[in-house]
T-cell receptor, first 114, second 114 residues
């Protein structure tokens, strides 16, 4: 039962263009969402988060959009840089399961082409 | 300001042996979480501990796995009588507060069971 889904296992984008990574969830109890970036042989690094009371959160080149009615969130990276090449994980938590219990998607491997 | 430390980074065990994975949280963090990542999958929550207390172990397999976070020293994830299916990357995370505070991850321990 995959409650957080990242349906695109990989994405290639040209340097300087926008990268859009998508994430869908099924549990309406989720109320906090996060994006992590992971390089090979390293642990996930926190990127950006959003609470369900918002529909957008921006931090530099990274913006997360939340569409609660569609149970969908997306991460926009503008402009994309070669150093952004990594695996990106979407995660969700909520009161129903304990706010500390992050449910992760399977990840999207982003490759930014120079 | 050291981040989350995990050791060993790589651990090889034969079937039936015990594996001990250690995690030192970030300074000032008293909440520790363990996650497991199987190949081609996302991270899966295993257990949440505070000092000397297991708060939620709902993600732990019922047998052979145990975790502790003693008053002094690192958190330990212990796997007894390892089997090949235990081969995975085990990540520890810590936070200053549970709930809506991002968890900071360590680099992981890659366990290989021969």
């Amino acid at each position: 039962d995959q409650q957080v889904k990242q349906n695109s296992p990989s994405l290639s984008v040209q340097e300087g263009r926008i990268s859009i990574l998508n994430c869908d969830y099924t549990n309406s109890m989720f109320d906090y969402f996060l994006w992590y970036k992971k390089y090979p042989a390293e642990g996930p690094t926190f990127l950006i988060s959003i609470s369900s009371i918002k529909d957008k959160n921006e931090d530099g080149r990274f913006t997360v959009f939340l569409n609660k009615s569609a149970k969908h969130l997306s991460l926009h990276i503008v402009p994309s840089q070669p150093g952004d090449s990594a695996v990106y994980f979407c995660a969700a938590s909520g009161q129903g399961g304990g706010t500390y219990k992050y449910i992760f998607g399977t990840g999207t491997r982003l490759k930014v082409l120079a | 300001n050291a981040g989350v430390m995990q050791n060993p980074r790589h651990l090889v065990r034969r079937r039936g042996q015990e594996a001990r994975l250690r995690c030192s949280p970030m300074k000032g963090h008293s909440h520790v979480y363990w996650y497991r990542q199987l190949p081609e999958e996302g991270l899966k929550f295993m257990v949440y501990l505070q000092k000397e207390n297991i708060i939620d172990e709902s993600g732990m397999p019922k047998e052979r796995f145990s975790a502790e976070f003693p008053k002094e020293g690192p958190s330990i994830l212990r796997i007894q009588q390892v089997v090949r299916g235990d081969s995975a990357a085990y990540f520890c995370a810590s936070s200053s507060l549970p709930g809506e505070n991002e968890q900071f991850f360590g680099p992981g321990t890659r366990l290989t069971v021969l």
